[in-house]
């Protein structure tokens, strides 16, 4: 009787201690996984955006090499609050003014790591092609 209370409680013991690193497992991966910046773009922004051609929106190929974007801080603003900050750049004045004045949405939900995933994408996936040509 002795040997089965010891049996099963250590049975009890072992059942607490997976449970335990299983939710240590998936607290890990929420607070170290990068964003998939692929997944990102393709959700939110591939619908008016295309890699090489201009769309609803302008081609993203070559994107960080105009106007104020070469400087990150600038281009995470624009996207997360185009309508707050279109106005002071000349370059996204005129950019606007091109695209009818339609301005693309706001995405304040995105946070500077998926930003950044989106855009290393964005440059991964346009180098690709012009190595090949
Ligand atoms: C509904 C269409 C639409 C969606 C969705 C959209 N954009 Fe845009 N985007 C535009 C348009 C149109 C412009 C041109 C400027 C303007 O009028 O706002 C633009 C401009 C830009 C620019 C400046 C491009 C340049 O050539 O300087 C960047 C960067 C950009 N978008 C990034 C994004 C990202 C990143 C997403 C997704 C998170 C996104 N956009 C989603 C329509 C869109």
Known sequence: ??????ATFSYAVKMDADAL???????????????????????????????WERNIGPAMVGV???GPWKNRKNLFA???NPLGTFK??????????E???QLMPAYPQ????????????????TKKKSKRK
């Not at 009787?1 to 010891?6: D, F, G, I, N, P």
């Not at 939710?23 to 607070?31: D, H, L, R, Y």
């Not at 002071?88 to 003014?97: C, D, E, G, L, R």
């Open 1 to 6: 009787m002795a040997l089965m209370l010891v």
């Open 21 to 51: 690193s299983e939710k240590k497992t998936v607290a890990e991966q929420a607070s170290t996984s990068v964003p998939d910046g692929k997944a990102i773009y393709e959700l939110n922004c591939a619908n008016c955006h295309e890699l």
């Open 64 to 66: 960080e090499n105009r």
């Open 78 to 80: 624009f996207v997360r």
């Open 88 to 97: 002071q750049w000349a370059y996204t004045k005129a950019m606007v003014k």
């Open 99 to 101: 695209y009818n004045d």
């Open 110 to 125: 995105l946070t500077d790591a998926d930003m950044k995933a989106v855009f290393d994408y964005l440059k991964t996936a």
